[in-house]
């Protein structure tokens, strides 16, 4: 089997099927993954082609298709827009989305040195996706104003913990404590947790992205002004421990992104190279000469080109997201447009936008902002080759208009309809999607070993793996027009 050709626009680079554009450290993790991923598609009838074969006699013509912006779908496309932060029921404005944000403490899940309970997060993975939304979440130990997530063993065991008044933690009737992040008890728990993620939830298809989380205020990797005079050595994490978290990360987490708030959290660059990032202060210290201010970090670290191989995320700044849409590009912090095809964004938490019913010029402005974070895949043409035994070769073009790339190679699906939309042929196959920058067409071909005489239309699309999830829509006039979901490529009497 070859690979799928890429065009000149586009370079070819190695792929791990299944995964999101990195390499694969572990062999014997790619071999597991390579052999899931064939075992799936063991009952489908598509193979993948780099040219047409012999066999093949009549070619039909490129067929151009038509960019639509607004296609049915597109605002609903997973794993990129706009973000609310997830409830226990479906969003009752009904703002496009395809996934939620929680964050949960620590406590809820490790109940003793080694031992997890994981139902707290299985139930909120299990209400997501019973929405058809995929998940972004991290865990914390301090969030302010809410009861500590210290695993209560170690608070039995004696760890010190520090008072603070910052954010109004001293004002809530449950104020947080922070750690002393210095006792090698707190690290070995923090660092087997990850472990312990990562082997039960890598690649979970609930999951869209993990932010690290864990250690500073909300799990963001800070402790704001901290130390404070008088206070005693330890209130911060010494850095061969947040080292060491980056490590459990990077070891434990092949297949979910994992993103982390700052590039300058540690100066060893291999080791930052496994991560995204998320810009917490979004609109408002994004851009800017300062070292506090995200994009400034990740020039100082040398990570600009970071978001091609993994996300960009994070959170409008919450105290300009009301009336932020009230005009575009937006209404209050730095512009808009400039920040996101700065940063390469692929998702943004907004929730104020999903709380209360947005006036019909907050939507609009809100949608056309979400139709520019991440990937806008278009088919600008497809051509079938039919062969004489009743095979059929389909080659599609496919551009990247968006500002980064889907970080998931999903599966795609072709099936082959007949006049009364039965379907009569189908396959599947999974395209190094990863790889297709901004501004990039990849040619990409798959081959049907037959097709039946009374095949009239062809419908193709990029499934969620993720049972009831949104599909990929292209941003295309011809996505819908004959199945929901679908792009159609081919209709007997068009041609």
Request: hydrophobic share 40%; proline share 7%; with cysteine.
């Amino acid at each position: 089997m070859s690979e799928p050709h890429v065009s000149s626009t586009q370079s070819a680079t190695p792929f791990a099927e299944g995964l999101p554009g990195r390499s694969i450290r572990k062999p014997g993790a790619a071999r597991r993954l390579w052999c899931a991923t064939r075992a799936a598609f063991a009952l489908l009838s598509m193979t993948v082609f780099a040219t047409v074969g012999a066999g093949l006699a009549v070619a039909q013509d490129w067929r151009p298709m038509v960019f639509r912006a607004d296609a049915p779908g597109v605002d609903d496309n997973p794993l990129r827009g706009l973000v609310p932060f997830a409830t226990g029921r479906r969003e009752p404005i009904g703002f496009p989305h395809s996934m939620e944000w929680f964050s949960l403490p620590l406590s809820d899940v490790v109940t003793g040195p080694g031992t997890y309970d994981w139902s707290a997060l299985e139930k909120q993975l299990t209400m997501i996706a019973g929405h058809g939304n995929q998940a972004i979440f991290r865990f914390y130990i301090d969030n302010p104003k809410l009861p500590s997530g210290i695993p209560r063993y170690l608070l039995h065991a004696g760890l010190k913990t520090f008072t603070y008044s910052d954010e109004d933690n001293a004002k809530s009737t449950t104020p947080s404590v922070g750690p002393d992040y210095s006792d090698p008890r707190l690290i070995e728990c923090m660092v087997g947790f990850i472990h312990a993620l990562g082997l039960k939830y890598d690649g979970d298809a609930r999951i869209a992205y993990l932010t690290a989380g864990l250690y500073g205020f909300w799990g963001e990797w800070h402790v704001l002004r901290h130390p404070l005079p008088g206070e005693p050595a330890g209130w911060t994490i010494a850095q061969k421990d947040k080292d060491a978290l980056l490590r459990a990360y990077a070891q434990s987490f092949q297949r979910t992104p994992v993103l982390v708030r700052t590039a300058v959290i540690t100066k060893d660059r291999e080791l930052l190279s496994h991560f995204g990032f998320h810009d917490d202060s979004f609109l408002q210290d994004t851009i800017g000469p300062g070292p506090w201010q995200f994009w400034q970090g990740m020039r100082q670290a040398g990570m600009e080109d970071s978001w091609e191989q993994h996300p960009t995320g994070g959170e409008i700044f919450p105290p300009i997201q009301a009336g932020i849409w009230s005009a575009w590009p937006n209404a209050k912090g730095q512009d808009l447009t400039t920040t996101i095809a700065t940063t390469h964004a692929t998702f943004m938490f907004d929730s104020t936008l999903f709380a209360t019913v947005p006036a019909a010029t907050e939507k609009a402005n809100a949608q056309r902002a979400q139709r520019m974070l991440g990937y806008t895949l278009f088919c600008s043409s497809a051509r079938i080759v039919r062969g004489k035994n009743g095979s059929a070769t389909v080659t599609v073009r496919i551009e990247n208009r968006g500002v980064a790339p889907m970080y998931y190679a999903w599966p795609v699906e072709l099936e082959y309809l007949d006049g009364s939309t039965k379907v009569v042929a189908r396959g599947g196959t999974v395209w190094p999607l990863p790889t297709l920058l901004p501004g990039k067409t990849a040619e990409w071909s798959v081959s049907l070993q037959h097709v039946p005489h009374n095949a009239k239309t062809l419908v193709l699309r990029v499934a969620n793996p993720m049972p009831c999830g949104h599909s990929v829509a292209f941003a295309n006039a011809e996505m819908g027009t004959v199945m929901a979901g679908w792009l159609t490529l081919d209709v007997a009497g068009q041609r």
